[in-house]
């Protein structure tokens, strides 16, 4: 059965500090995986896209990486900001007209 | 200037009644979405077409029908609301596939009493 699973469900970090948001997936056949940032009553926004030749992938103060074979991905987010509060949502593409959704990690950034 | 934007944000109802939700793109995209997100977070697919042609019909009740007028608009009309009803409904776009990133609306929170 194809399944996105994301941990931790929830995280709270001081403002400043590191974080490694995680994604597993059990998807065949694998086309790409994206991470999504959906803030409070605002739909999801695109931060990345891992496709299966890359391992990791920067954007500003996010990073993000792929292990195809381990079927594993991770968000890494450096020096923390108050705006980074959000959840964060791992999407496995299996074709061009199948995404499976992960259920989100929501991070909250305290001062 | 907005490239997806669904009216209305809030919609509070009575069971039965029948309601729509609005939804524009000026990204000039092929492909539209709806999703749903219940009260776990879940982002379920329910429609999506290319072109005004539908082309995603997911297990959704036949009491949601989708329309698209052009290729810009896709709107989401509910009969006979019933409580399970009450979620975050998502319109989104794509240049074409699911496949490429999608850009959602700010959703709209329906609530059924």
């Known amino acids: 059965k194809n399944q996105v699973e994301q941990s931790p469900q929830s995280l709270i970090i001081l403002e400043g500090k590191n974080c490694t948001l995680q994604?597993?997936?059990?998807?065949?056949?694998?086309?790409?995986l994206r991470w999504y940032k959906q803030d409070t009553g605002r739909g999801p926004v695109s931060l990345t896209i891992?496709?299966?030749s890359e391992n990791t992938k920067s954007n500003g103060r996010y990073t993000a990486t792929l292990d195809a074979d381990t079927k594993q991905s991770s968000l890494h987010i450096t020096a923390s900001q108050l705006s980074d509060s959000a959840s964060y949502i791992c999407?496995?593409?299996?074709?061009?007209?199948?995404?499976?959704w992960g259920a989100g990690t929501k991070l909250i950034i305290k001062p | 200037d907005t490239a997806v934007s669904q009216t209305p944000k809030y919609l509070v109802t009575q069971m039965g009644n029948d309601k729509s939700i609005k939804c524009e793109q000026n990204?000039?995209?092929?492909?539209m979405y709806w999703y749903k997100q219940d009260s776990k977070k879940f982002l379920k697919i329910m429609f999506s077409y290319n072109n005004k042609e539908l082309i995603i019909n997911e297990t959704v009740p036949n009491r949601f029908s989708p329309k698209s007028p052009d290729k810009a608009h896709l709107n989401l009309h509910i009969n006979s609301l019933e409580l399970g009803d009450s979620a975050v409904y998502f319109c989104?776009?794509?240049?074409?596939?699911?496949?490429?990133?999608?850009?959602f609306g700010s959703g709209t929170q329906l609530s059924v009493l």
């Open positions: 990204l000039g995209h092929d492909t």
């Open positions: 994604c597993n997936y059990t998807v065949s056949p694998f086309s790409n």
């Open positions: 989104a776009s794509s240049v074409g596939s699911p496949n490429e990133k999608l850009f």
């Open positions: 999407v496995v593409s299996v074709s061009n007209y199948q995404l499976i």
């Open positions: 891992m496709t299966f």
